[in-house]
T-cell receptor
Framework: AQSVTQPDIHITVSEGASLELRCNYSYGATPYLFWYVQSPGQGLQLLLKYFSGDTLVQGIKGFEAEFKRSQSSFNLRKPSVHWSDAAEYFCAVAGVGNNRKLIWGLGTSLAVNP | GAVVSQHPSWVICKSGTSVKIECRSLDFQATTMFWYRQFPKQSLMLMATSNEGSKATYEQGVEKDKFLINHASLTLSTLTVTSAHPEDSSFYIC??????????????FGPGTRLTVL
C-alpha cells in the first residue's frame, strides 16, 4: 500500500540555520511528490512538486527538494531559515490510477528560534 | 494559479443543528473536489471525493448521511454537517485543480473552515 512517512514530528532550528525535512514514500511506480506548508490556522500552500525530469526541484520561498529513487525519499531543504518559515510542513504523494487522491504524511512542525 | 475559496472561514453552532460549508473554484472548472478534515496538530484526513453531477465517493469510515456533499455545478461543492455534535468540531478543507490529466495537476486548497460545535 502507498504510504508517506515524515520521521520528524517536530524540529526546532535557529534563524539563519539550514533546514532539512525528511520524507520517505512507499509507491509501486514513479511517484508524483509534493511538499505543502500550512501556517497556523491557514490553508495549505504548495511549496514544490516533482513529476519527472530533474530530480532537484526548486520551489517558492527559497525551498528545494531532491527526489532520490534509490532511497525512496523526497527531502525538503532550505539553506537559511527565516522566522516566518515556522509552520507545519506536509509531504504528499499522488495516488494510484486516475483518482487524483493525495496520500499524506503526518507532517513536521517547524519552530524557528530567533 | 488556480484559486479555491471556502465559506464561511469559521462557524460556531449548537449541537443538533446543521452547518453548510461552501467550496468554490474561482477561475477554473472543477469536475472533482476533495473534502478533508484536520484535527489540531494532525495531518489531513480525506473524507470524500466530490464529482460534479454525480454522487460523492466517501472514504471508509466516513458517514455519508452525516456529511452530505453536493456538487451541482462546475464551480461549487458544498459539505453539510448534519445534526452536528461536539466531536464534529474540526478544520474542514477543500481542494481541487483545473481539468486535464489529473496525474499532472496539483491540488489547490481552500483556506479552510473552522467548525466549533457547542
Amino acid at each position: 500500500a502507498q504510504s508517506v512517512t515524515q520521521p520528524d514530528i517536530h524540529i526546532t532550528v535557529s534563524e539563519g540555520a539550514s533546514l532539512e525535512l525528511r520524507c520517505n514514500y512507499s509507491y509501486g511506480a514513479t511517484p508524483y511528490l509534493f511538499w505543502y506548508v500550512q501556517s497556523p490556522g491557514q490553508g495549505l500552500q504548495l511549496l514544490l512538486k516533482y513529476f519527472s525530469g530533474d530530480t532537484l526541484v526548486q520551489g517558492i520561498k527559497g525551498f528545494e527538494a531532491e527526489f532520490k529513487r534509490s532511497q525512496s525519499s523526497f527531502n525538503l531543504r532550505k539553506p537559511s531559515v527565516h522566522w516566518s518559515d515556522a509552520a507545519e510542513y506536509f509531504c504528499a504523494v499522488a495516488g494510484v490510477g486516475n483518482n487524483r487522491k493525495l496520500i499524506w504524511g503526518l507532517g513536521t512542525s517547524l519552530a524557528v528560534n530567533p | 494559479g488556480a484559486v479555491v475559496s471556502q465559506h464561511p472561514s469559521w462557524v460556531i453552532c449548537k449541537s443538533g443543528t446543521s452547518v453548510k460549508i461552501e467550496c468554490r473554484s474561482l477561475d477554473f472548472q472543477a469536475t472533482t473536489m476533495f473534502w478533508y478534515r484536520q484535527f489540531p496538530k494532525q495531518s489531513l484526513m480525506l473524507m470524500a471525493t466530490s464529482n460534479e453531477g454525480s454522487k460523492a465517493t466517501y472514504e471508509q469510515g466516513v458517514e455519508k448521511d452525516k456529511f452530505l456533499i453536493n456538487h451541482a455545478s462546475l464551480t461549487l461543492s458544498t459539505l453539510t454537517v448534519t445534526s452536528a455534535h461536539p466531536e464534529d468540531s474540526s478544520f474542514y478543507i477543500c481542494s481541487s485543480g483545473p481539468g486535464g490529466s489529473p496525474l499532472y495537476n496539483e491540488q489547490f486548497f481552500g483556506p479552510g473552515t473552522r467548525l466549533t460545535v457547542l
